[in-house]
């Protein structure tokens, strides 16, 4: 197989390990002459792989007992229907904070069902972005919940601190920096995730969720959306995603045995690094987020000449650097570096960019 780096924002790159041994036992899946995609969900066999699967997130993620966790369907656009849902059936108004263009997309779901008030907007100054401090915030004490998205990913804007807001529950969109690094799950309501990032393939969503939430939903949310019924149903109301579910369980496996969310901080912490401080240091790209707010995951650039972003595209690919195209809504180029991103993709794609610099200077 030639070498590959896939930068995409998602659905993104697996560890190679979890696809090689999903392809190992893809037809025969622990001597029992089937896949375990043609498991019965209800099976004996397949509900070991999900419990496996969810003790394997509780440990790495140290999420405490008094949450439930729920392996569902919808992706991260699901949860902005269900989060307003769930926890809006006491209080129908809930705080937005909007640092980017998914936070933004999640008040414009929300708006369906309760009444969004946005506490705050990212901005330009200095010709930096810049996510305004949680003292700007303009907050509504009798929110049901205040919802943002600590990784913009089309953005490229991390918020690293969770940010205090007293006793309204904390609802994260985590889609795409989940099991980057440590996080306090005490400190949030709910806690959500698009798979198809730093999870496992697209189709699965999972949901972490403090059990005194449990009874805030909307009388007419759809059962198949309905965290309650979900949990009580160790989130097999209907059929869920079971493939979906067995491959997070094998990439749980595989972050256990890379030292866990601790260590993966550490190398995605050497990763950006290394791009940005190329990034910084170069008259040839830029990168506009405020170094306090810049993304871990996906790192957005732009060449100073746009003229060249075809060509740089281009060539990109055929030096097997895949996908660095920016997201459709804001040009440039964007390299995401979730998990299974190894130092040595990074690496390659510093490397390329020098040299295409050189030959285009
Ligand atoms: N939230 C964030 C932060 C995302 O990055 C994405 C997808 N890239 C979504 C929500 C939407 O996810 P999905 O396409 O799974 O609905």
């Known amino acids: 197989m030639n070498k590959v780096y896939n930068f995409c924002a998602g659905p993104a790159m697996l560890p190679v390990e979890v696809m090689q041994q999903a392809q190992a ?14 498991l019965s969900h209800r099976s004996k066999d397949f509900i070991q792989v999900a419990e496996q699967a969810e003790a394997d997130l509780r440990e790495l993620l140290a999420i405490p007992s008094n949450y439930k966790v729920l392996f569902t369907h919808g992706g991260g656009r699901g949860q902005f229907s269900a989060v307003p849902l769930n926890l809006g059936g006491k209080q129908a108004q809930a705080d937005y904070l909007v640092s980017g263009s998914w936070s933004s997309a999640a008040v414009d779901e929300a708006k369906r069902y309760l009444t969004p008030n946005v506490v705050a907007t990212s901005r330009w100054q200095d010709e930096r972005l810049v996510v305004p401090e949680p003292k700007e915030w303009q907050l509504n004490p009798n929110a049901a919940y205040l919802h943002y998205c600590p990784n ?14 007293g006793t309204v529950p904390l609802v994260a ?6 099991l980057s690094k440590p996080v306090d799950v005490s400190r949030f309501g709910v806690i959500y995730a698009g798979a198809q990032k730093n999870i496992g393939p697209s189709g699965l969503s999972v949901v972490i969720v403090r059990d005194d939430l449990l009874d805030q939903s909307m009388a007419h949310t759809p059962s198949i959306l309905n965290y309650k019924i979900l949990a009580e149903q160790g989130s097999m109301f209907n059929t869920p995603p079971t493939y979906a579910w067995y491959l997070a369980g094998l990439v749980f496996k595989w972050l ?14 050497e990763k950006a690094t290394l791009l940005y401080g190329y990034i910084d240091g170069s008259d040839f790209y830029q990168n506009r987020i405020h170094t306090a707010y810049r993304s871990r995951m996906n790192v957005p650039f732009q060449l100073i000449n746009p003229e060249l972003d075809k060509a740089f595209l281009q060539q990109a690919e055929q030096a097997g650097l895949k996908a660095l195209a920016g997201h459709r809504s804001v040009g440039g180029m964007r390299a995401s570096i979730y998990n299974a991103m190894p130092i040595e993709g990074v690496q390659a794609l510093v490397d390329f960019m020098t040299d295409f610099a050189r030959r285009n200077g």
């Open 173 to 178: 969109d985590m889609s795409s920096n989940i």
């Open 256 to 269: 256990k045995a890379q030292g866990g969310v601790e260590a993966m901080e550490k190398r995605n912490a």
């Open 152 to 165: 913009e990913t089309v953005d490229g804007v991390e918020m690293s601190e969770v940010p205090d807001i």
């Open 25 to 38: 036992e893809f037809v025969d899946w622990q001597g029992q002459g089937c896949s375990v995609m043609e």
